[in-house]
């Protein structure tokens, strides 16, 4: 992998800007963002701005295309640097019932720690608790996932519950772990935060992976590595940063800010699947935070993450400083549940 010159990804990105007030609305554009150009299935060492499509017309078939779908058309020529035309029709990463073969994460966890099944009570599914994070005003532990996990709704009212494991897993309001507090939708992020009940102890450790040791800004190239509900640990690394996706979900539309790319390592086939949502991405070489699982597309293999650093910063919580926390109230009899 090569490194990207400051300066050119300082124009590359001034470049995205033009490209998202021209196309990120447009029906076809999925994401818009700045990274590896690729050719042949192969990077080609080139920075660009990458214009993710639906159905991508074949060259032969372009002019016929264009002649019929005047208002779809990508025009390069709008765009003050080297374009990237890629296929692509990502989706969130949440699921419903019937569940996947029998695993642990899927299980009543106590301590909560990242990895594992969860959701609101007006999500029939199941998406993944990213980890612990407090609150930057009172301190106070909470659970950080997607807003389409925690919430799911604009009529979704603070105080909703989150139960642990998630709805399409068997769990109902006995696992309440927590209420739903605030989101970050409005300011493009689709992340929210809900206050632990104090019903259970958390931990700060990602399953199968370990803790989380602060935060890091993606960089193109970054191996990352994550802990989800679906397909457990995975590896992957960043081909793009600093996208937009725009969405309409829920009853109104919007855009998703601060998105990345991974796609997997060589010889590696999955970096996520549905129920993978919320999870947390942590660079390889220090377990730091760096994004937010958001989303995914099979064909080819890849994932889109939400920068971490921006998410912390839009829902006012930090990283938790301790390694992990007492439940306030006395847990249930072990014989009456079933701990992971």
Same mark, same amino acid.
């Given at each position: 992998?090569?490194?990207?010159? +400051?300066?050119?990804?300082?124009?590359?990105?001034? =470049?995205?800007?033009?490209?998202?007030? $021209?196309? /990120?609305?447009?029906?076809?554009?999925?994401?818009?963002?700045?990274?590896?150009?690729?050719?042949?299935?192969?990077?080609?060492?080139?920075?660009?701005?990458?214009?993710?499509?639906? %159905?991508?017309?074949?060259? =032969?078939?372009?002019?016929?295309?264009?002649?019929?779908?005047?208002? /779809?058309?990508?025009?390069?020529?709008?765009?003050?640097?080297?374009?990237?035309?890629?296929?692509?029709?990502?989706? *969130?990463?949440?699921?419903? #019932? +019937?569940?996947?073969?029998?695993?642990?994460?899927?299980?009543?966890?106590? @301590?909560?720690?990242?990895?594992?099944?969860?959701?609101?009570?007006?999500?029939?599914?199941?998406?993944?608790?990213?980890?612990?994070?407090?609150?930057?005003?009172?301190?106070?532990? *909470?659970?950080?996932?997607?807003?389409?996990?925690?919430?799911?709704?604009? $009529?979704?009212?603070?105080?909703?519950?989150? $139960?642990?494991?998630?709805?399409?897993?068997?769990? %109902? $309001?006995?696992?309440?772990?927590?209420?739903?507090?605030?989101?970050?939708?409005?300011?493009?992020?689709?992340?929210?935060?809900?206050?632990?009940?104090?019903?259970?102890?958390?931990?700060?450790?990602?399953?199968?992976?370990?803790?989380?040791?602060?935060?890091?800004? @993606?960089?193109?190239?970054?191996?990352?590595?994550?802990?989800?509900? *679906?397909?457990?640990?995975?590896?992957?690394?960043?081909?793009?940063?600093?996208?937009?996706?725009?969405?309409? &979900?829920?009853?109104?539309?919007?855009?998703?800010?601060?998105?990345?790319?991974?796609? #997997?390592? @060589?010889? /590696?086939?999955?970096?996520?699947?549905?129920?993978?949502?919320?999870?947390?991405?942590?660079?390889?070489?220090?377990?730091?935070?760096?994004?937010?699982?958001? =989303?995914?597309?099979?064909? +080819?293999?890849?994932?889109?993450?939400?920068?971490? #650093?921006?998410?912390?910063?839009?829902? %006012?919580?930090?990283?938790?400083?301790?390694?992990?926390?007492? @439940?306030?109230?006395?847990?249930?009899?072990?014989?009456?549940?079933? &701990?992971?």
């Amino acid at each position: 992998m090569y490194n990207i010159d +400051p300066h050119e990804m300082r124009e590359a990105l001034q =470049a995205r800007e033009v490209a998202s007030a $021209y196309y /990120l609305y447009n029906p076809r554009v999925r994401l818009i963002d700045v990274g590896y150009k690729i050719k042949d299935d192969q990077y080609t060492g080139q920075t660009a701005v990458r214009i993710h499509l639906r %159905n991508k017309p074949e060259q =032969a078939t372009f002019e016929e295309f264009s002649a019929l779908n005047e208002d /779809l058309v990508i025009d390069k020529s709008k765009i003050p640097f080297e374009v990237d035309l890629i296929e692509a029709n990502y989706q *969130m990463d949440w699921s419903w #019932p +019937p569940p996947p073969p029998e695993n642990n994460r899927r299980r009543y966890h106590d @301590p909560l720690r990242g990895g594992i099944s969860v959701s609101s009570e007006w999500l029939y599914g199941f998406g993944t608790l990213g980890g612990i994070v407090q609150d930057g005003v009172t301190g106070d532990p *909470m659970i950080l996932s997607n807003w389409h996990v925690l919430a799911g709704s604009a $009529y979704a009212p603070r105080g909703l519950s989150v $139960y642990q494991p998630g709805y399409g897993d068997g769990g %109902n $309001y006995t696992d309440t772990v927590a209420t739903l507090e605030r989101h970050g939708m409005d300011q493009g992020i689709d992340g929210a935060v809900a206050r632990l009940t104090g019903d259970r102890g958390w931990i700060n450790d990602q399953l199968e992976i370990g803790p989380v040791n602060g935060s890091k800004t @993606p960089t193109v190239g970054m191996k990352v590595t994550k802990s989800g509900r *679906m397909t457990k640990v995975t590896h992957g690394f960043i081909d793009g940063i600093m996208g937009e996706y725009p969405i309409r &979900y829920a009853g109104f539309t919007t855009s998703i800010r601060f998105v990345f790319r991974i796609v #997997p390592l @060589p010889g /590696l086939d999955q970096v996520s699947n549905k129920g993978d949502s919320g999870s947390f991405w942590l660079d390889e070489e220090g377990h730091r935070a760096v994004g937010l699982h958001f =989303a995914g597309y099979d064909f +080819p293999e890849t994932a889109l993450a939400i920068s971490m #650093p921006e998410v912390l910063s839009a829902l %006012n919580v930090t990283l938790p400083t301790g390694v992990r926390g007492a @439940p306030a109230a006395a847990p249930q009899p072990a014989a009456e549940r079933v &701990y992971a």
